[in-house]
Every structure is written in C-alpha cells, then in structure tokens.
C-alpha cells in the first residue's frame, strides 16, 4: 500500500478492554486450576492516607482481583502511620504464605520514603515489578522477574493485534521507572526484538524522533502532545497518557483525554488505542497475570 493510501485510511481500534477482558478470564481459568490444588492467589494491596484517586484505584484492584477468583484484600492504613509501622505491614505479607501478591499504592503520604518500602517488598511477591530486583530481571531478561503491569500490558496489546515488533523502530515518550523505561527494556528483548528510541523533555526534536516510529508509545502526562503532523503514516500508536482536562460537555465538568491527539492521529495510524479503553484495563489484567505466577511458582 503506497503512504498517500493509508494516510487517507482511518486507523484500527485497539481493543484494550476487550483484550483485558479475555486475559482476565484465561486467568480466571487458572485461578479456578490452582485453587482446585488448594491454593487460592492472594493479592494484598496495602493503602496509606486518603487520597481520593488511589483509593478508585485500590477499589478496582481489590474488585478485579476477587472476580478472577483469588483471595483480594486491601490494609488501609492512616495518613499519619509511620515508617516503621508500614514496614512491618510489609513485613507481615512477607512472611504470610497466603499472601503471594503484595502492592502498596503509590504516592505515599510524606514524610513516608516509597523507595525503602518497595526494597522492603519480597521480589517473589512484588506484583508491581518495581524492586530492584525485578527491574533488574526485566533488564537482563530472566523470566522469573516481574515486569511493571503498565508495559506489560503495551507489549500483550501488540501482540494480541498482530504488530511485528521484530526490526520495528519503536519510539517511546516518557522515561519514567514504571512505565517508559521498563517498556524500552522490555522492547529490546530478542524475541521481541524493537530498535527502541527512548525521549524526555530533554529530547531535542522530539517530532524528528516520533516520525521515524513505526511503532510509538507516549507515556508522558501532558494532553495530546502527540499530533497527526509527528506520526508516520501507517505506524501503530499506543497512548498511555491518562490526563483529566476541563470539558463542559461532561456531566462531572472534566474528561479524560491521553496523550495523542486521538481524532487527528487516527487519520495516520494503521492502528490506535483509544483513551479511556485502550491500555488503561490492561494494566490491572497484568497485575492479575503477575499474581497468578506468583502463586503458581509457590507450587512449581
Ligand atoms: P511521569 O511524570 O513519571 O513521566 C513522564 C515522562 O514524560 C518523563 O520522562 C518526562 O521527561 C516526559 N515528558 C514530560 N513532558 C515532556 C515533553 N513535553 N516532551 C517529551 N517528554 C516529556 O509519568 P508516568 O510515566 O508515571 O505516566 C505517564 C502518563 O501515563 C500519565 O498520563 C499517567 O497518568 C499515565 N499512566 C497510565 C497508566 C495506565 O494504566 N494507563 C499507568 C501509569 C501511568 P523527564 O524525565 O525529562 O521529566
């Protein structure tokens, strides 16, 4: 297909909930195996203050954690806990053999150090994939790490909609630890086998870099940053930015956009990720992947 072709097609949808959706019956199906050999995965999601958008967050992971079947909790703890009264919750998970999933939401309250809470974090259990140890894994590619759900979920999303990632030039839009970062290692691995191009806001040119992507993945937090005019035609495009912004039109008075610019970018691609619906429900199906291994390995 010539370029002018497929600039005048409109990219296909990736489906992120209706992928999440059959990953996490797959999941359910071996939740139900396991149990059947009398271990039931447990995830235990550790909750610190009040804030109102972490407290949706652990709502769902608990929900979705129950309906595969496995064994959900949440600790809710005050804002003024300390230090140390965290890492002896963390502690405690540790060395309960129930508990095979351990994740303590993020932002933390200060004067709290999340850093020493997630080196505290058994890595058999760290779900999340943020421990060292596990980052470590995922950089050197020994599959009995635990990579971050965010990523992960990117890399099952191109698999599930058939992008040959091998020899592609993947273009990736944030350096963050959970999500940019991780993402390029895991693009690198052989097999998947990505040139990847990692940018920030230090990147001079970022448009030059985009356009030479035939795959992008913006990870970045600002509102459709990423515009028609930056993407080649015919790449595939995942958008991982989750950015609330003002819309008259909504009920609530906001709504939540990522960061492409769906409409214009749509006209370019040859496939898409919408926002809400594209990457957003694979990354709980991810933390309940990483779970059932967890729990699977206790038995392996
Ligand atoms: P961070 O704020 O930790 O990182 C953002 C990255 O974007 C940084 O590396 C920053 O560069 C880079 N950046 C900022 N502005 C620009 C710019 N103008 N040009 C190029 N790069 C820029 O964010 P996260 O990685 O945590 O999250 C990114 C987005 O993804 C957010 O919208 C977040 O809500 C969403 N998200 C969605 C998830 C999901 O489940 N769908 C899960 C996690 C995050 P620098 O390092 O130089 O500051």
């Given at each position: 297909m010539t370029e002018e072709a497929t600039a005048t097609m409109q990219g296909a949808i990736i489906d992120g909930a209706a992928a999440a959706r059959a990953l996490r019956e797959e999941i359910a199906r071996r939740t139900a195996a396991l149990a059947a050999r009398g271990i039931v995965p447990g995830l235990s999601v550790v909750l610190v203050g009040e804030d109102p958008a972490s407290a949706v967050y652990v709502r769902n992971k608990e929900k979705a954690s129950r309906e595969a079947g496995m064994r959900g909790e949440t600790i809710r703890l005050a804002a003024s806990t300390t230090q140390e009264e965290l890492l002896a919750v963390v502690d405690r998970l540790n060395a309960d053999p129930a508990v095979h999933g351990i994740l303590v939401q993020m932002p933390l309250p200060a004067p709290l150090d999340a850093d020493a809470v997630i080196h505290r974090i058994d890595p058999s259990k760290d779900v999340d994939g943020f421990h060292p140890v596990?980052?470590?894994?995922?950089?050197?590619?020994?599959?009995?790490?635990?990579?971050?759900?965010?990523?992960?979920?990117?890399?099952?999303?191109?698999?599930?909609?058939?992008?040959?990632?091998?020899?592609?030039?993947?273009?990736?839009?944030?350096?963050?630890?959970?999500?940019?970062?991780?993402?390029?290692?895991?693009?690198?691995?052989?097999?998947?086998?990505?040139?990847?191009?990692?940018?920030?806001?230090?990147?001079?040119?970022?448009?030059?870099?985009?356009?030479?992507?035939?795959?992008?993945?913006?990870?970045?937090?600002?509102?459709?940053?990423?515009?028609?005019?930056?993407?080649?035609?015919?790449?595939?495009?995942?958008?991982?930015?989750?950015?609330?912004?003002?819309?008259?039109?909504?009920?609530?008075?906001?709504?939540?956009?990522?960061?492409?610019?769906?409409?214009?970018?749509?006209?370019?691609?040859?496939?898409?990720?919408?926002?809400?619906?594209?990457?957003?429900?694979?990354?709980?199906?991810?933390?309940?992947?990483?779970?059932?291994?967890?729990?699977?390995?206790?038995?392996?």
């Open positions: 596990n980052v470590g894994k995922v950089l050197i590619g020994d599959s009995s790490g635990f990579a971050p759900c965010t990523p992960s979920g990117v890399l099952h999303l191109l698999r599930v909609s058939g992008v040959e990632t091998r020899g592609a030039h993947a273009v990736i839009v944030g350096r963050s630890n959970i999500v940019g970062k991780p993402m390029a290692a895991l693009l690198v691995q052989p097999g998947v086998d990505a040139t990847v191009t990692l940018c920030h806001s230090r990147t001079r040119d970022l448009a030059d870099h985009v356009r030479r992507a035939d795959i992008v993945i913006a990870a970045v937090g600002r509102a459709r940053l990423i515009t028609a005019a930056m993407v080649k035609p015919g790449a595939v495009v995942i958008d991982v930015g989750m950015n609330r912004i003002e819309d008259a039109t909504a009920k609530s008075g906001s709504g939540l956009v990522g960061d492409v610019d769906f409409d214009g970018v749509r006209d370019v691609a040859s496939q898409i990720t919408p926002v809400p619906g594209g990457v957003g429900p694979m990354t709980i199906a991810m933390l309940l992947r990483n779970t059932l291994t967890a729990a699977e390995r206790t038995v392996a």
